[in-house]
């Protein structure tokens, strides 16, 4: 029996994170909510995108403490009403008052979303204990996959409602209801295993060794791991954001304009693919090997935005959101590694600082750019020439933590 409550609560998991895959076609509402609502202005409409991000991580500690308490399957219930809540509100949104987008869309959108993201990844890691990359890949990948899905299927609700301009909030409208049904029957399946329980460890592959203890939030926040975690996170993150709530304007610039859509299907698939096919590499060569190669890449790939021109922009934009999608994957399963699996979904919600303090970072650095490029795309790249050297900074602080890593805790890498 445990072994089936095991299995539909990860196809649970993976269906919910397939629908919070909408955060990551924000690109196909930037230009409409910009011109129709912020009155042209890309830095205060990408900020919308970008507190969704920044407060899924006060979500995800919140939700963390309360799925302790009250178990996984309340919290993502009551997180689904509130994601659902907040795009049914976003969509009476206008330009009469604009900051009600950042507090619906963005700060209900968030605390909705956090509810449910880390709970169901710690929910499904603490099943399979021994197979933490792959779980944790295939539930991040779906969420990357439904950026896929629902990127045609947006612009199809955005042109049936009236076009780029118009019907970008009547479509959060109809995405309300597909929160509302998904994460209610999603979370009738979220059940945590009972304590002690191992899932067949003699048929797993050489999983990373275990934390000395299992860290209590209080605990993980003293520890110097932390910090550089939440700061290599924070660094990592940023070039992905940036091609990620930018890929249809950019490719719009480039001339691209008849098939710009392609690159927010670019990013979503390959985000997916990333985060998957991240995490069973990091199974074998190491959580913080592989963030180190992500990073290396991540680095590399921010130059090239100028240099690409053509059909290439759509490669660039695939590759960008390849790596992203391995950082992603790969930092929960990092936690996990060294902070120990029982209390993950808070503690994995205090790492989503990190990533919530790049996600505001890098939208106003994007922005502003963008707002100076106006359809002269090259003045935009000093926004990837920052990402590119904070991913070269975050090597140095991985290869710090990495030498903490095997001194305080002695986790073999």
Same mark, same amino acid.
């Given at each position: +029996?445990?072994?089936?409550?095991?299995?539909?609560?990860?196809?649970?998991?993976?269906?919910?994170?397939?629908?919070?895959?909408?955060?990551?076609?924000?690109?196909?509402?930037?230009?409409?909510?910009?011109? $129709? %609502?912020?009155?042209?202005?890309?830095?205060?409409?990408?900020?919308?995108?970008?507190?969704?991000?920044?407060?899924?991580?006060?979500?995800?500690?919140?939700?963390?403490?309360?799925?302790?308490?009250?178990?996984?399957?309340?919290?993502?219930?009551?997180?689904? %009403?509130?994601?659902?809540?907040?795009?049914?509100?976003?969509?009476?949104?206008?330009?009469?008052?604009?900051?009600?987008?950042?507090?619906?869309?963005?700060?209900?959108?968030?605390?909705? #979303?956090?509810?449910?993201?880390?709970?169901?990844?710690?929910?499904?890691?603490?099943?399979? *204990?021994?197979?933490?990359?792959?779980?944790?890949?295939?539930?991040? $990948?779906?969420?990357?996959?439904?950026?896929?899905?629902?990127?045609?299927?947006?612009?199809?609700?955005?042109?049936?409602?009236?076009?780029?301009?118009?019907?970008?909030?009547?479509?959060?409208?109809?995405?309300?209801?597909?929160?509302?049904?998904?994460?209610?029957?999603?979370?009738?399946?979220?059940?945590?295993?009972?304590?002690?329980?191992?899932?067949?460890? @003699?048929?797993?592959?050489?999983?990373?060794? &275990? *934390?000395?203890?299992?860290?209590?939030?209080?605990?993980?926040?003293?520890?110097?791991?932390?910090?550089?975690?939440?700061?290599?996170?924070?660094? @990592?993150? #940023?070039?992905?954001? +940036? +091609?990620?709530?930018?890929?249809?304007?950019? &490719?719009? @610039?480039?001339?691209?304009?008849?098939?710009?859509?392609?690159?927010?299907?670019?990013?979503?698939?390959?985000?997916?693919?990333?985060?998957?096919?991240?995490?069973?590499? $990091?199974?074998?060569?190491?959580?913080?090997?592989?963030?180190?190669?992500?990073?290396?890449?991540?680095?590399?790939?921010?130059?090239?935005?100028?240099?690409?021109?053509?059909?290439?922009?759509?490669?660039?934009?695939?590759?960008?959101?390849?790596?992203?999608?391995?950082? %992603?994957?790969?930092?929960?399963?990092?936690?996990?590694?060294?902070?120990?699996?029982?209390?993950?979904?808070?503690?994995?919600?205090?790492?989503?600082?990190?990533?919530?303090?790049?996600?505001?970072?890098?939208?106003?650095?994007?922005?502003?750019?963008?707002?100076?490029?106006?359809?002269?795309?090259?003045?935009?790249?000093?926004?990837?020439? %920052?990402? $590119?050297?904070?991913?070269?900074?975050?090597?140095?602080? #991985?290869?710090?933590?990495?030498?903490?890593?095997?001194?305080?805790?002695?986790?073999?890498?």
């Amino acid at each position: +029996m445990n072994k089936k409550q095991g299995l539909f609560a990860v196809l649970a998991a993976v269906t919910v994170q397939f629908v919070l895959g909408v955060a990551y076609i924000w690109s196909v509402f930037q230009t409409g909510i910009a011109n $129709s %609502i912020f009155g042209g202005d890309h830095a205060a409409a990408s900020l919308t995108f970008s507190l969704l991000l920044a407060i899924l991580t006060i979500g995800s500690v919140i939700g963390g403490k309360l799925a302790a308490k009250h178990g996984t399957r309340k919290v993502v219930f009551i997180g689904g %009403i509130i994601l659902s809540a907040g795009f049914f509100l976003a969509s009476f949104v206008t330009s009469a008052a604009p900051w009600l987008l950042w507090l619906t869309y963005g700060a209900m959108g968030g605390l909705g #979303m956090g509810f449910t993201y880390s709970t169901t990844i710690a929910c499904a890691q603490k099943w399979y *204990p021994h197979k933490k990359g792959l779980v944790t890949g295939v539930i991040v $990948s779906a969420l990357g996959f439904g950026g896929v899905v629902f990127t045609p299927i947006v612009e199809r609700l955005i042109a049936s409602f009236g076009g780029e301009g118009a019907g970008e909030t009547q479509s959060f409208l109809a995405l309300s209801a597909v929160f509302l049904v998904v994460c209610t029957v999603g979370s009738i399946f979220m059940k945590t295993p009972p304590d002690g329980y191992m899932a067949s460890p @003699a048929a797993a592959g050489p999983a990373a060794p &275990a *934390p000395a203890k299992n860290f209590t939030s209080l605990e993980m926040v003293k520890t110097p791991q932390f910090y550089l975690i939440i700061a290599t996170y924070m660094l @990592a993150c #940023m070039g992905g954001l +940036m +091609m990620i709530g930018f890929a249809k304007p950019i &490719a719009v @610039a480039k001339g691209l304009g008849a098939t710009a859509t392609v690159g927010v299907l670019a990013i979503s698939m390959f985000n997916s693919l990333g985060r998957l096919l991240w995490g069973m590499v $990091s199974d074998k060569i190491g959580r913080q090997n592989t963030i180190l190669v992500l990073l290396t890449g991540s680095a590399a790939l921010s130059l090239f935005v100028n240099a690409v021109n053509g059909y290439w922009v759509y490669v660039l934009i695939a590759l960008i959101g390849f790596f992203y999608g391995g950082i %992603i994957g790969t930092y929960p399963t990092l936690t996990a590694d060294l902070f120990g699996a029982k209390n993950l979904a808070t503690n994995y919600g205090f790492v989503l600082l990190g990533f919530g303090a790049g996600a505001i970072i890098s939208s106003q650095i994007a922005g502003y750019y963008k707002n100076v490029a106006e359809n002269d795309i090259s003045l935009m790249f000093p926004a990837f020439v %920052i990402a $590119s050297c904070c991913a070269a900074a975050g090597i140095v602080m #991985m290869l710090v933590l990495r030498a903490y890593r095997k001194q305080e805790i002695g986790i073999r890498n």
